[in-house]
């Protein structure tokens, strides 16, 4: 119990430091939606809650919104600034508020208080002398928790800034109404906004979507379905790239490699726990209309290996000498996110492959194999070009208050927790605890990668588990001859392809290491003349598994080379009389310019030298 007071005490102060800007950002939601009210009186208005760096507030207005709409209520929020208008917190009853927001016909308001009521699991008689809060500011009223500014006023007038509209279904749930959201953003002071507008711009340019552009990377569409990514040959040979990597490495380390169907039935994923704790990030169940003695059976897409790995491990009499046992796996896995949820290659529904492995341990051994994970994940980090100073941990531990989301007994916990614990703070990273945040089996550490944009991607996790393998009746013989249950780590330390491809899609900006990039490089011949040279080259490269493309379309050299640098290739080899002459090749080097003539052979040997070494 005093680790865990002493895990709120640090939750209370990396919350203080945060919430003044929250607070602000809620605040500047409030003021957005006062004005939207006066510019449409007729507005009924949902939620604004602050969000990372900004907030939103989601109405149902009488027409669509338009960018010019945003200045115009910029300006209507600048005159409630001035007023300096009080933020009062009224506690009122539930059945005084229902009036409320009845007169003035705000249903979004009204729904969201029967849910409250709901929450109390209270008789409706006895719901209606509760207590809920509301916060007016002028003749503006709203239903929210707080907290806020003491008033209007301290939102600086040049500090904020409405950003853009976007389309929100009512509770994120495409059954229901579509409503028309507006986002915006709100600091301390213009200098911090103009800082962050700025970081903006650089985050436009370096958005996956649009980078993909240009680099053919992956491909979505409504025709394919929502959520579903197909990776084009670019994507492809990155994605080989990196599982080719990733194997290689981890084959050193003792793993082995398994791979398990993507349909399982029902009965397993209730052993594992997925339902109904996970259940509602599944896909709808497979109905199965044949089965012995007419009986139907259930099956479900994966979320998630675990549940298979377990099975392997269970597939055998296992020995203490046996573990570690490192099972890894490349596995397909589905997750039905929220439409509203969805974002390019970041969110996605499918397939989602993981580089995953689940490692069986005695409970002597967990530390140990808890800290190498934590060091591969630092291995991989920094052959990409990331310091320590680029990501930190979240430690995301059981919330006390909410035990229905959890599997599990609280004493395995409260030794998982111990355990990871201890170790998070030998990696001398910064970390930071997240209350509530645990997978429903265990506690698990996320790391969070803080881009050259700032913004924040959790990139790769890493899970101690003492539930699932005792869910799953699974046992080794220890030393003595004894039946114990082993403990599990879950890690996927690269994440899922699609989403860790995008991450570095916007960490380069496009701009691959050339191990990475799936063009290597491009051979520009200037006129046809040279061709056959060009084309020797390349064959010597290809032999060298260097990728080239020959690009001897009838266009100018220049032509080509800004094609060449719009797509972000590595090198570019311009081959003309001179280069023939001296049997050499003029050297491009994206963001270095020219290198002048150079040998075939020394290119190779520079550029095979990037590549296997991933410089």
Request: one cysteine or more.
């Amino acid at each position: 119990m005093l680790r865990r007071h002493k895990w709120l005490l640090a939750m209370t102060i990396m919350e203080t430091k945060q919430n003044n800007l929250d607070i602000l950002q809620h605040s500047a939601s409030h003021i957005l939606a006062a004005a939207v009210l006066e510019m449409f009186p007729k507005a009924k208005f949902s939620i604004g809650p602050s969000i990372d760096d900004g907030f939103y507030y989601d109405f149902d207005l009488p027409r669509n919104l338009v960018l010019e709409d945003l200045p115009v209520l910029e300006e209507k929020m600048r005159a409630i600034i001035k007023q300096n208008l009080f933020f009062e917190k009224k506690e009122v009853t539930v059945a005084k508020a229902q009036e409320l927001f009845k007169k003035t016909k705000q249903s979004y308001k009204i729904e969201l208080i029967k849910d409250l009521i709901k929450e109390e699991k209270a008789t409706l008689r006895q719901a209606q002398g509760k207590k809920v809060t509301l916060y007016t500011a002028g003749s503006f009223v709203d239903l929210c928790r707080g907290p806020h500014l003491a008033s209007t006023g301290q939102l600086k007038p040049d500090a904020f800034k409405l950003l853009t509209i976007a389309g929100a279904y009512w509770r994120g749930n495409e059954k229901n109404k579509m409503l028309q959201r507006i986002y915006g953003t709100a600091w301390e002071n213009k200098t911090a906004l103009e800082t962050y507008l700025k970081l903006q711009e650089e985050a436009k340019k370096r958005d996956h979507r649009k980078i993909n552009q240009n680099l053919e990377i992956y491909m979505a569409s409504e025709e394919l379905g929502r959520g579903l990514i197909t990776l084009l040959p670019n994507g492809a040979i990155i994605a080989e790239e990196l599982e080719k990597w990733a194997k290689e490495t981890e084959k050193e380390l003792g793993y082995v490699r398994v791979f398990t169907p993507h349909i399982c039935p029902e009965k397993l994923f209730k052993t594992s726990g997925h339902v109904p704790y996970y259940l509602e990030s599944m896909f709808p169940p497979m109905r199965m209309s044949e089965k012995s003695k007419d009986e139907k059976e259930v099956f479900y897409l994966k979320p998630m290996n675990c549940a298979g790995h377990h099975l392997v491990f269970k597939s055998k009499i296992r020995s203490y000498h046996d573990l570690p046992m490192r099972i890894a796996e490349y596995g397909a896995v589905y997750r039905y996110e929220q439409s509203g949820e969805l974002h390019g290659m970041m969110r996605v529904r499918g397939p989602i492959h993981q580089n995953d492995a689940h490692i069986f341990c005695t409970e002597e051994q967990a530390g140990e194999e808890f800290q190498k994970v934590m060091d591969l994940h630092k291995y991989y980090y920094g052959v990409l070009g990331l310091t320590e100073k680029d990501y930190f941990l979240s430690f995301a531990t059981k919330d006390p208050k909410n035990k229905s989301k959890y599997a599990g007994d609280e004493a395995l916990w409260e030794k998982a927790e111990k355990i990871a614990l201890q170790y998070i703070k030998k990696t001398n990273i910064p970390y930071e605890i997240e209350m509530g945040g645990a997978a429903f089996y265990g506690p698990k550490i996320d790391f969070n990668i803080k881009t050259v944009t700032g913004k924040v991607f959790s990139a790769s996790t890493n899970q101690l588990d003492f539930f699932l393998p005792k869910a799953f009746n699974i046992k080794y013989i220890d030393k003595d001859g004894k039946e114990k249950t082993p403990v599990c780590i879950h890690r996927a330390p690269l994440g899922a392809h699609v989403r860790f491809i995008a991450f570095l899609m916007e960490h380069y900006a496009g701009a691959f290491p050339a191990w990475l990039a799936p063009e290597q490089v491009w051979i520009l011949p200037i006129a046809s003349r040279h061709e056959e040279y060009a084309n020797k080259i390349a064959q010597e490269l290809k032999e060298k598994n260097i990728r080239v493309i020959m690009k001897n379309e009838s266009e100018t050299v220049g032509k080509k080379i800004r094609a060449g640098e719009q797509q972000k290739i590595p090198y570019l080899l311009i081959i003309g009389d001179k280069e023939i002459a001296a049997t050499t090749v003029a050297v491009r080097q994206r963001g270095k310019g020219d290198l002048g003539p150079v040998k075939i052979e020394k290119f190779i040997e520079k550029i095979a030298k990037e590549i296997e070494e991933k410089i």
